[in-house]
Structure formats: C-alpha cells, structure tokens
C-alpha cells in the first residue's frame, strides 16, 4: 500500500542541464560562476576589497577569492584556478584593486 502524497510523475519535464554531458554541465557551471564574479566585480560602486591567496600548489594551483564590502557586511569566497583567475583579472581595475597577499 503506497502512503497518502506519493505520486509518481512520469511525465515530470527535467531541465536541460541534467541531460548533458557532467564535463559540460561542469564547464558552464565555472563560466556561469566567473560571469556572476565579473558583474559584481565590475558592477556599480565596485567592489570594496579584494584579495587572492594561493592555497594548493600541487598537483594543481588553486586560489581563494575573498571579495569584501564592510559597508554591506557582505563578504563573498570563491576558490579557482590558475586560468579561471587569469581570466577574472583580465577586467580593467581589477588588479589595481587587489590586496597583495602573495605574488600571483
């Protein structure tokens, strides 16, 4: 006897993400990842700080991303690597913000 609510439903639409390839979801996940860093590193009244310090070195580099507004109590932490943050710095001013924490 199935409980009360348990309906299957067979013709339940899936989203279109779930049927592709995982290395494809994977890569548009990182470029919708680095888009959303973009916007709100470039996006109105910037960003208030920004650091990167590399945390892995072997056997691939990873970096932490802190971006920080203390005037909104916002802090945000994103970990990538060596290419995704070479893409990331590409933005002008963006470097010229950063708080050197160690040498890229």
């Known amino acids: 006897m199935r409980m009360p609510g348990s309906y299957r439903i067979a013709s339940r639409s899936r989203s279109y993400e779930a049927q592709l390839h995982p290395a494809l979801r994977g ?12 916007l709100e590193l470039a996006g ?9 310090r590399r ?24 970990l990538l690597d060596r290419d995704c943050l070479e893409e ?6 963006v470097r010229e913000r950063l708080v050197p924490a160690e040498p890229l």
């Open 88 to 93: 990331l710095l590409e933005l002008d001013g």
């Open 55 to 78: 945390i892995l070195k072997e056997p691939v580099e990873v970096f932490r991303l802190e971006l920080e507004r203390p005037e909104l109590s916002y802090q945000r932490v994103t």
């Open 27 to 38: 890569a548009r996940r990182v470029q919708r990842i680095l888009d959303s860093l973009r």
């Open 44 to 52: 109105e009244g910037g960003c208030g700080r920004v650091r990167v």
